[in-house]
């Protein structure tokens, strides 16, 4: 069974930084574009970033760009987000995933994942 833990949310002032964490287990993906996604408040699930299997190629969401940084360590099937400079419009709960192939078209599409972790909050106050 495939199982995406997230960990490392809390509360932060802005400002600030944070570094979350999604651990995988029950199969390896170390072929697949990994990603990060929110979701606000009354707002859709949003891009934030994503990784290529390598690591060799990211994408990130306007957003958060000069700001945030994914990375990940195939050898401890573990993706990583880290977060600086927080504005308090970054305030969500972060989910990370798994793309459903190893294809690098559309990285960020919902739709392109299909192993979800259950989230972690993240609140930037001001």
């Known amino acids: 069974q495939v199982q995406l833990v997230e960990s490392g949310g809390g509360l932060v002032q802005t400002g600030g930084s944070l570094r979350l964490s999604c651990a995988v287990s029950?199969?390896?993906?170390?072929?697949?574009?990994m990603g990060w996604f929110r979701q606000a408040p009354g707002k859709e699930r949003e891009f934030v970033a994503a990784?290529?299997?390598?690591?060799?190629?990211?994408y990130y969401a306007d957003s958060v760009k000069g700001r945030f940084t994914i990375s990940r360590d195939n050898a401890k099937s573990t993706l990583y987000l880290q977060m600086n400079s927080l504005k308090p419009e970054d305030t969500a709960v972060y989910y990370c995933?798994?793309?459903?192939?190893?294809?690098?078209?559309?990285?960020?599409?919902?739709?392109?994942?299909?192993?979800w972790g259950q989230g972690t909050q993240v609140t930037v106050s001001s």
């Open positions: 995933a798994v793309s459903k192939s190893a294809a690098w078209d559309t990285p960020h599409h919902p739709s392109e994942y299909n192993y």
């Open positions: 029950g199969r390896t993906f170390n072929n697949y574009p």
């Open positions: 990784i290529r299997w390598s690591g060799g190629s990211t």
